[in-house]
T-cell receptor
Framework: DSGVTQTPKHLITATGQRVTLRCSPRSGDLSVYWYQQSLDQGLQFLIQYYNGEERAKGNILERFSAQQFPDLHSELNLSSLELGDSALYFC????????????FGPGTRLLVL | AQKITQTQPGMFVQEKEAVTLDCTYDTSDPSYGLFWYKQPSSGEMIFLIYQGSYDQQNATEGRYSLNFQKARKSANLVISASQLGDSAMYFCAMITKQDYGGSQGNLIFGKGTKLSVKP
């Protein structure tokens, strides 16, 4: 158990819908990262927050957004969902935002029908 | 550009034998970290081992060791005494301190190697 929690574990929804994925980092970790894992794209970095502020953006679509709250939990919002958004979404956390180990949550498996 | 290359899509190893999973990386940043993660069929990503670019010695964690050859830009994972539970996808990843258009501190992953341990 990495100490990072993610809910829900599984999510099935329809095209055009909006979903929210939730992540609680390890105790003491200030930095949260979101990654997407799909068969065709592999593991890709989406976005990073550090202590409530957006720190870096990767290959995140405009339909996707995220935030980190004062208690340091983070939410990833996916809207106008398409079939191609079906993937495993990981949250990871680390103490700071430097070259250090990131610990991953169990992931949320999203299926868009 | 920063890149991780894993050239072995799949590998087989006999139980109790050692196996090496290859990883090469590309970066111009002198400060970076190299990581290996294990992803079993259940899906979670499990951190295995870390090597910093300035570390003088190869990292070891139990049955896992990282064969770090800086000049060749390789960071191969060695698993000794393979167990059936080692069957999984293994990902090599890198973080650099270099700031490319705002990206900083995120992991760059290879495509992974699927390891199958035979009894």
């Amino acid at each position: 158990d990495s100490g990072v929690t993610q809910t829900p574990k599984h999510l099935i929804t329809a095209t055009g819908q909006r979903v929210t994925l939730r992540c609680s980092p390890r105790s003491g970790d200030l930095s949260v990262y979101w990654y997407q894992q799909s068969l065709d794209q592999g593991l890709q970095f989406l976005i990073q927050y550090y202590n409530g502020e957006e720190r870096a953006k990767g290959n995140i679509l405009e339909r996707f957004s995220a935030q980190q709250f004062p208690d340091l939990h983070s939410e990833l919002n996916l809207s106008s969902l398409e079939l191609g958004d079906s993937a495993l979404y990981f949250c990871a956390s680390s103490v700071e935002a430097t070259v250090e180990t990131q610990y991953f949550g169990p992931g949320t498996r999203l299926l868009v029908l | 550009a920063q890149k991780i290359t894993q050239t072995q899509p799949g590998m087989f190893v006999q139980e109790k034998e050692a196996v090496t999973l290859d990883c090469t990386y590309d970066t111009s940043d002198p400060s970076y970290g190299l990581f290996w993660y294990k992803q079993p069929s259940s899906g979670e990503m499990i951190f295995l081992i870390y090597q910093g670019s300035y570390d003088q010695q190869n990292a070891t964690e139990g049955r896992y060791s990282l064969n770090f050859q800086k000049a060749r830009k390789s960071a191969n994972l060695v698993i000794s005494a393979s167990q059936l539970g080692d069957s999984a996808m293994y990902f090599c990843a890198m973080i650099t301190k270099q700031d490319y258009g705002g990206s900083q501190g995120n992991l760059i992953f290879g495509k992974g190697t699927k390891l199958s341990v035979k009894p």
